[in-house]
């Protein structure tokens, strides 16, 4: 049994068929990586040596003042976000990934799993490469008793966001990395104990937010144990007190492997690869990503926009027509706020997540039906237009928070303060990846350079003289 390997792509990844693969072992995930580490660190080194003085780009004021948006000035390997086009993960768009990544057993939609082993080696991992990934997560599964009981200490009311992170930060008490650098270790030897805690920290994100879920909305409800034969994401649903819904399983699985990576500047992965860079541990490292990615412009945004939805569907009834949206939009934005799951950092187009969402739904006859999917839908026949003639979003389109948490309503979990939660146990994948290649590839702490607004007048001063 062979797995099929990913041609190394560039720039134009875009142009990428999916047919291009060149054969490789079966080995196991760290020996796959063990492989490859090597052939990196030596590209790596090359680029350093040989092209350390080449330009990349200019850094304009209006980058400095305005978040450095456009600024090339981090390495990420795992994926690539072209405006146009929407994310590629080693080359491998959407639809690339639909077609060739392992489903689970009896599913039809991409995993976790099949997407981690994708972004960490750049390699289409086998059916059964995937099932083992599958069975030690599995096996490493459950949370410490202690962390059980300070999760279930935590107030009801406090955001089930705030929580995730705290337990998080909590797993580090039994850090790899950090037990291994206290001992005393070589730079060459952190990756291995790094992705040993990264494969701990996502093998336990599901027991640990299916527990708050179950603190907060379902107090006094068992928790199921995690049963070894099932996936990740199976057993996810299952601890949250979906898992007979088969439909709303295959969804948490597409969209958690989907929003798994989305290139290295955005708000949560930078912040895990910022932290990281001190060589603080995976845990601590990502549970400051989790703070980064509760803000209302990034992860919980889907809670918005289904507060949002909801809000429309509640002042304009039932038989909702374009004009009453178009209407309603104009409400908003005449309100000062935004259009939450419309615009973006880097997209010029609608988002390829959104499309595979939507087309999720729409080979579903009962969320084809279902009055919230359809109200996304129509909004989403209305919005560019509004935006584009509102004037100031650089991105009209839709972003895949647009249309990522109506399904969850339509199949009941329907307390979408928690919808950013389930981002969380997805971004791990993209952000933890890349703190295993931060390490075996020995990347610096980070330290860019910050100007005043003075130094910034005098050197435009001195520019013009
Ligand atoms: C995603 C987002 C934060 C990107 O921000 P950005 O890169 O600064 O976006 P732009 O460059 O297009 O912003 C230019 C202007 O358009 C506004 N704008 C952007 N998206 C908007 C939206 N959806 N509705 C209304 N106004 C919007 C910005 O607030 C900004 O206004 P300002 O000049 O008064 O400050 C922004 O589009 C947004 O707030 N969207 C809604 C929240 C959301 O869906 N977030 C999830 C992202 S995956």
Redesign the pocket.
Same mark, same amino acid.
């Given at each position: 049994m062979f797995a099929r390997f990913v041609v190394p792509t560039r720039a134009s990844a875009a142009r990428f068929a999916a047919t291009q693969y060149r054969f490789a072992s079966t080995k196991s995930l760290r020996d796959t990586l063990k492989d490859i580490i090597p052939a990196k660190q030596e590209q790596l080194k090359k680029l350093k040596t040989e092209h350390g003085q080449t330009v990349v780009g200019d850094v304009k004021v209006e980058n400095i003042i305005g978040?450095m948006?456009g600024l090339k000035a981090m390495l990420w390997d795992a994926s690539v976000l072209d405006p146009i086009e929407g994310i590629r993960f080693h080359g491998l768009s959407i639809p690339d990934c639909q077609k060739v990544l392992p489903p689970a057993p009896g599913g039809k939609e991409i995993i976790p799993e099949s997407m981690l082993w994708l972004l960490l080696t750049g390699q289409v991992p086998t059916s059964e490469q995937t099932r083992q990934l599958s069975r030690e997560l599995a096996e490493k599964g459950d949370l410490p008793k202690f962390v059980e009981q300070l999760v279930d200490e935590l107030p009801k009311t406090l955001h089930p966001m705030t929580q995730l992170g705290i337990g998080v930060a909590a797993l580090n008490h039994d850090s790899a990395f950090q037990a291994a650098y206290e001992k005393g270790m070589k730079k060459t030897e952190y990756w291995a104990p790094t992705l040993e805690d990264c494969l701990n920290l996502i093998a336990r994100l599901p027991a640990l937010a299916a527990r708050i879920y179950r603190n907060v909305y379902k107090p006094g409800t068992e928790l199921p144990a995690i049963n070894k034969d099932l996936d990740l994401v199976g057993n996810y649903t299952n601890m949250l007190g979906y898992g007979s819904n088969q439909n709303l399983t295959e969804y948490l699985r597409l969209y958690i492997a989907l929003h798994g990576d989305h290139e290295g500047g @955005?708000a949560s992965a930078h912040t895990a690869h910022l932290v990281g860079s001190t060589l603080s541990d995976p845990y601590l490292s990502y549970s400051a990503a989790l703070f980064a990615l509760a803000g !209302? $412009? +990034?992860?919980l &945004?889907n809670q918005? #926009?289904l507060r949002w939805q909801l809000a429309m569907q509640q002042e304009l009834g039932d038989k909702i027509t374009h004009d009453d949206i178009r209407d309603y939009l104009w409400k908003t $934005?005449k309100s000062g706020?935004?259009? !939450?799951?419309?615009? +973006?950092?880097v997209l010029r187009n609608p988002?390829p997540r959104f499309i595979a969402l939507q087309e999720f739904c729409q080979a579903r006859p009962e969320l084809k039906e279902s009055p919230i999917v359809q109200l996304v839908n129509k909004t989403f026949e209305v919005a560019p237009d509004v $935006?584009k003639e +509102?004037g100031?979003?650089? @991105?009209p389109y839709p @972003? #895949?928070? &647009?249309t990522s948490g109506c399904v969850l309503y339509h199949y009941g979990l329907t307390e979408f303060k928690y919808y950013t939660v389930i981002f969380g146990v997805s971004r791990a994948l993209g952000a933890l990846t890349q703190l295993v290649w931060a390490r075996a590839l020995g990347l610096p702490i980070e330290r860019p350079k910050s100007l005043s607004l003075d130094a910034l007048e005098e050197l435009i001063k001195n520019q013009k003289q």
């Open positions: 978040g948006r @955005n !209302p $412009l +990034h992860g &945004a918005e #926009v $934005l706020q935004v259009v !939450p799951g419309y615009g +973006h950092g988002d $935006l +509102h100031k979003t650089k @991105n @972003n #895949v928070d &647009a």
